[in-house]
């Protein structure tokens, strides 16, 4: 299945290019509740509304390329989470997804609790207010550092991703007088992938601790002998943008196997469980997300099951959810630039951002869908690429799109789905100023990252 590299196709797309995966929708104009965020329209001037402004005011008054953020939209999917798991589990929202300081203030409102995973990551959030226990610490390779400061604080639990790692942070913990509450992340052999998952004997990848060959029983017995640490679990993230649950059913089959060990050999039965996030959303209308309910019930009934037939208590679950909060509730917004037809091929629209504020296209092959925003259109469908401004031919921010022919310069296009992975991914290349995150919400927008300036760039440069 190809669903990138189409090599022609005509301009006003009324052939499609073999093998593309989708037909000209049938109204260009229509924004699929699917993939643009709940309190998205269009007024009675044809414009995109959010939060009941139009991109028109949006764009004079915050320029492009901007985000803008639907904060009804992030409070309803965390509401969505917590309630789907209820009082017996712990949702944490994956901060590497979107950070930031009022990002951080919505979560505590609304009940969810945080992963981090780096120091950057830990001062946003305790610096708006997050209660250390509240918050996780991730990550392959923390510094020294970044432990003793998470430890300091007094984070809820230090995820523990080697064996080095296990003795660095006890250590740390120790020298503060401190016993740390820590899980350990198993890799389970289990990569899941969008509509796939892939269960492999052996891990070839850096996060994690083995659960093959014993390596994570290992670990379990390293961790309990040490004082500065307390053991509640056993973490697995199995991967991002997935949509079929097979996955997860492997996974805590396999954690909870390793539980039945830990208390075979050591008699304690340990209390957590963490499924990690990596939960799918609709990039395009062909995706079909599940709804947070229904995951909560699948894992849930995987979990009680599978411990059930082990002996074992049900363990506290949690999950770490990023995209699947923060992706759908934003769009960037472009204003068009060169509009460039490559007659037999497709028409090149240039936007003023790119690869600089949305790299997963480059990074990932990812899709994402595209439309004009600052008026409708009547115009037939034209096969179009959506490409930025920078140096670099794989510079695409929407590899296939249908566009309306009479598109021009000046016009606003909008890609939606851009909350997660987009801003906190940005880059300077080429010295761009990386754009800001607004948030709208009941006829009220307000910049909660601003926008870079030259003199942010100079300030950093100190000749
Ligand atoms: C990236 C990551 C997540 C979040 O993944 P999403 O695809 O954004 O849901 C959760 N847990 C861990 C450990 C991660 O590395």
Redesign the pocket.
């Known amino acids: 299945m190809s669903r990138s590299a189409h090599p022609a196709g005509p301009r006003h797309a009324d052939v499609l290019p073999e093998g593309h995966y989708s037909a000209p929708p049938a109204d260009l104009n229509r924004l699929d509740p699917k993939v643009w965020s709940r309190t998205v329209g269009r007024d009675e001037r044809g414009r995109l509304t959010v939060g009941g402004l139009s991109v028109a005011e949006l764009a004079e008054e915050f320029g492009t390329p901007a985000y803008f953020l639907d904060e009804d939209d992030f409070r309803t999917r965390c509401r969505a989470w917590a309630d789907a798991f209820g009082s017996d589990a712990d949702v944490f929202y994956?901060g590497?997804?979107f950070l930031s300081r009022a990002v951080v203030r919505w979560l505590k409102e609304e009940g969810l609790n945080l992963?981090v995973?780096s120091g950057g990551e830990l001062s946003t959030a305790l610096s708006a207010g997050m209660p250390a226990e509240r918050i996780a610490f991730?990550g392959n390779n923390k510094s020294e550092d970044e432990i003793r400061r998470a430890v300091e604080a007094g984070v809820g639990r230090i995820v523990l991703d080697s064996f080095q790692e296990i003795v660095r942070v006890a250590h740390i913990a120790q020298s503060l007088g401190k016993r740390q509450r820590v899980q350990i992340r198993v890799t389970v052999g289990v990569e899941a992938h969008t509509h796939e998952f892939i269960a492999t004997a052996h891990e070839d990848q850096k996060f994690g601790i083995a659960l093959a060959g014993g390596q994570a029983a290992e670990a379990v017995r390293r961790a309990l002998r040490l004082d500065g640490l307390e053991l509640i679990g056993i973490h697995s993230?199995i991967g991002?943008?997935i949509f079929d649950m097979a996955g997860f059913e492997v996974s805590a089959r396999r954690v909870v196997q390793l539980l039945a060990e830990v208390r075979d050999e050591h008699g304690i039965e340990l209390p957590e469980i963490d499924l990690?996030?990596?939960?799918g959303i609709a990039y395009t209308s062909e995706d079909d997300p599940r709804e947070p309910h229904h995951i909560a019930k699948a894992l849930n009934e995987i979990v009680t099951r599978e411990c059930e037939a082990a002996g074992l208590r049900t363990p506290r679950i949690s999950v770490?959810?990023?995209?699947?909060i923060v992706g759908p509730t934003a769009f960037t917004l472009y204003e068009v630039g060169t509009v460039k037809p490559l007659e037999g091929l497709r028409t090149y629209v240039s936007v003023d951002g790119g690869m600089s504020d949305n790299i997963r296209t480059a990074l990932y092959d990812a899709e994402y869908s595209v439309a004009l925003v600052s008026r409708t259109s009547d115009a037939e469908p034209m096969l179009s690429r959506v490409v930025g401004k920078h140096c670099e031919s794989g510079d695409i921010v929407v590899r296939d799109a249908f566009l309306p022919a009479d598109i021009a310069p000046g016009d606003l296009i909008a890609v939606p789905a851009t909350g997660?992975y987009c801003r906190s991914m940005a880059s300077n290349y080429n010295h761009a100023l990386r754009p800001p995150v607004v948030a709208v919400r009941d006829g009220e927008a307000r910049v909660i990252v601003r926008r870079e300036t030259e003199e942010d760039l100079l300030r950093l440069d100190v000749g």
């Open positions: 994956a590497k997804a992963d995973c991730h993230h991002s943008q990690g996030g990596g939960l770490e959810p990023g995209r699947a997660a």
